[in-house]
């Protein structure tokens, strides 16, 4: 007897299976279009996601930074009082920010001269601005004794040509935003260097910005030069602080007092030390009491 054996699908036509593979290969087609699709989808989806994050942190990034402790603004007289006037600029901010919140709690239009090239001199700036007290540079120049008193980063020297001078300031301006004044920090050696001062106040001119000459050395030339080119300066009368005590800060206000009732305008300098601070924010609400009011920098300077 003779055994058949069938293969298995043996009966299935030609036309069938050809069918069958076509449908199977469209089905096949058809899911893998589906599938870019939805691949498509998720990817634009996620892609949309980043960009809306990214654009949220960079609203986020460009609005004003706030601290939480707010100084109290201060509003400058649109017109000068006819009471004497004084002057106080608080010089080398930029190391510490607490110190200057601090002083900017103090109700008094007092001025402050912000270092440059610190890691808190933006930010410094910043916060002043924003408390409508004005905002100077505080200019690092070569003192007598370098190698004993460091002026800081981006100070000038008597060792630079005038362009590498010119160079050097702009980057100080630049690195202080909206400073209207500049005043000298230490420069008992540069300040007496009339070429490179004139140098340096030509700059100034050129940019609208006042200058105080700090007087660190008494043969300082700022000043001189400063009226000759035309540009509103001051020179100032005293330093607040040079001894770091509360008494003799009180006793070197109420020098600077004497000079604005006699002379009617005075200009000192301070620093941000406890003493100073602790000064300034119980006698700065007594001044017009005692017939002199605290203006800002550009109030004193002609």
């Given at each position: ?33 589906f ?8 990817f ?16 986020i ?83 007598l ?14 060792t ?5 001078i010119r160079?050097?300031?702009?980057r ?8 209207i004044g ?47 080119l ?53 006698q ?13 920098a550009s109030?004193?300077?002609?």
């Amino acid at each position: 007897m003779k055994v058949v054996i069938r293969k298995k699908g043996g009966n299935r036509s030609p036309d069938k299976s050809g069918r069958r593979r076509r449908t199977s290969s469209y089905r096949r087609r058809l899911f893998l279009v589906f599938l870019g699709i939805c691949i498509t989808a998720a990817f634009l989806g996620i892609a949309g996601n980043i960009f809306q994050r990214r654009n949220s942190i960079h609203q986020i990034s460009t609005k004003p930074q706030t601290h939480p402790r707010k100084p109290n603004p201060v509003t400058i007289p649109e017109t000068p009082s006819n009471l004497p006037r004084i002057a106080i600029i608080i010089d080398d901010i930029g190391y510490d920010l607490k110190m200057l919140d601090d002083l900017l709690a103090i109700d008094g239009a007092l001025t402050f001269s912000v270092l440059p090239g610190l890691p808190h001199t933006a930010e410094a700036a910043r916060r002043i601005r924003e408390s409508q007290r004005e905002v100077m540079l505080h200019l690092p120049m070569e003192p007598l004794d370098a190698q004993r008193w460091n002026p800081g980063p981006d100070a000038l020297l008597e060792t630079m040509n005038d362009d590498l001078i010119r160079e050097t300031l702009v980057r100080d301006i630049n690195s202080v935003p909206g400073a209207i004044g500049v005043n000298n920090h230490m420069g008992s050696r540069f300040t007496a260097d009339e070429r490179r001062m004139t140098t340096v106040l030509d700059v100034l001119r050129e940019r609208g910005l006042f200058f105080v000459d700090s007087r660190t050395a008494p043969d300082s030339l700022g000043y001189t030069i400063a009226r000759r080119l035309g540009i509103k300066s001051y020179s100032s009368d005293l330093f607040l602080d040079h001894v770091d005590s509360e008494e003799y800060v009180g006793r070197q206000l109420e020098s600077l007092l004497h000079i604005a009732r006699s002379r009617g305008r005075a200009l000192g300098i301070g620093h941000p030390h406890e003493a100073t601070c602790r000064v300034l924010r119980a006698q700065i609400p007594r001044l017009k009491g005692q017939g002199v009011i605290l203006a800002p920098a550009s109030m004193i300077v002609e």
